[in-house]
């Protein structure tokens, strides 16, 4: 029995992690969806991306092109964050994150997806353990590509004020003039639920933010 063993029994301790463990657990991946290309700038359907500069602002870092996604990596607290936003378009989004997951060694439960949801009123944020995809195909593709719905996702509500059937067109709209201040306000609120997130824990952080 090698000599770490011995202590920790003769401790009755438990197992004293390793280095690689240690610095595993203190890497996130801030996942932040959207659509790459100039057409798809300020539309509802990228708040992830919008969220992920204001963050990255936030931080003092910038973006990168990577394999898969624009990267930035920052050190937070302690934490090292790693903030992405995939290229590979919306409904590819599970590619992306796979393989950063994969890259950084990062565990399951450090992963944060940011993603928008019209099931939610305008300027709505929830942050939530698991879940089903609630028809996002973001969402999908994460759930399909990682094998499981058990991780972390920030839900930015877009409210569904649109006529039967236009749900895309609504998504991939432009913002209006007047809920541009509520969305400038709740991104600023979004930075602070991933900073928390990072450093609190999703338990500590939902019953912070959640109640809102």
């Not at 439960?109 to 928008?116: A, G, K, R, S």
């Not at 399909?144 to 709209?173: A, I, M, S, W, Y």
């Not at 209006?176 to 952080?205: L, M």
Request: net charge positive.
């Amino acid at each position: 029995m090698c000599l770490r063993k011995i202590f920790e029994r003769f401790l009755g301790r438990r197992p004293i992690p390793n280095k690689e463990t240690k610095e595993k657990n203190m890497k996130y991946l801030i996942a932040c969806l959207g659509n790459i290309g100039a057409e798809y700038d300020n539309t509802r359907h990228n708040i992830g991306f919008k969220i992920a500069d204001r963050l990255a602002k936030d931080l003092e870092c910038s973006f990168t092109t990577g394999r898969l996604a624009q990267t930035a990596e920052v050190k937070y607290r302690g934490k090292t964050l790693l903030i992405i936003k995939p290229t590979t378009y919306m409904n590819l989004s599970g590619k992306a994150v796979k393989y950063w997951m994969q890259q950084e060694k990062i565990p399951m439960e450090n992963l944060l997806v940011v993603n928008d949801d019209i099931a939610l009123p305008l300027g709505t944020l929830r942050l939530r353990k698991q879940g089903a995809d609630g028809g996002h195909n973001g969402l999908t593709d994460i759930i399909e590509k990682l094998g499981t719905n058990v991780f972390c996702r920030l839900r930015f509500g877009l409210g569904d004020d649109f006529p039967r059937g236009r749900q895309v067109d609504f998504v991939l709209g432009q913002w209006k003039p007047s809920e541009e201040p509520i969305v400038d306000e709740k991104v600023n609120e979004a930075v602070e639920i991933i900073k928390s997130f990072v450093v609190q824990g999703p338990d500590r952080t939902m019953n912070q933010f959640n109640k809102k």
